[in-house]
Nanobody, 118 residues
Framework: QGRLVESGGGLVQTGGSVRLSCEAS????????MGWYRQAPGKQRELVAS???????NYADSVEGRFTASRDNNKKTLDLQMNALTPDDTAIYYC????????????WGQGTQVTVSS
């Protein structure tokens, strides 16, 4: 429905950095959870990093220490700083807003491509 707007994807060299941004300004209410997920060719969509409205963070083991998710509840944004990128990070990255703690209903962004060249 266009309520989550993603930006920042593109082509980057191995070892480089990319910062993704998700803006949820179209949401009428605060998201219980905002997260970045990714889907690589031939693989299932997986969690990269998420932040609850209370500030609890969760990272995939594969990105721990390299990626940092930053949520601003006032701006309704979730940024993902991605450092030390490798070709294994190549994927379509999706922003997610889970509405409540009690239901799985969520909105998803359209996705933004991140390609890491070797």
């Amino acid at each position: 429905q266009g309520r989550l707007v993603e930006s920042g994807g593109g082509l980057v060299q191995t070892g480089g950095s990319v910062r993704l941004s998700c803006e949820a300004s179209g949401m009428r209410f605060n998201c219980y959870l905002m997260g970045w997920y990714r889907q690589a060719p031939g693989k299932q969509r997986e969690l990269v990093a998420s932040v609850t409205s209370g500030g609890t963070t969760n990272y995939a083991d594969s990105v721990e220490g390299r990626f940092t998710a930053s949520r601003d509840n006032n701006k309704k944004t979730l940024d993902l700083q991605m450092n030390a990128l490798t070709p294994d990070d190549t994927a379509i990255y999706y922003c997610k807003c889970r509405f409540t703690q009690w239901r799985a209903d969520s909105d998803w962004g359209q996705g933004t491509q991140v390609t890491v060249s070797s």
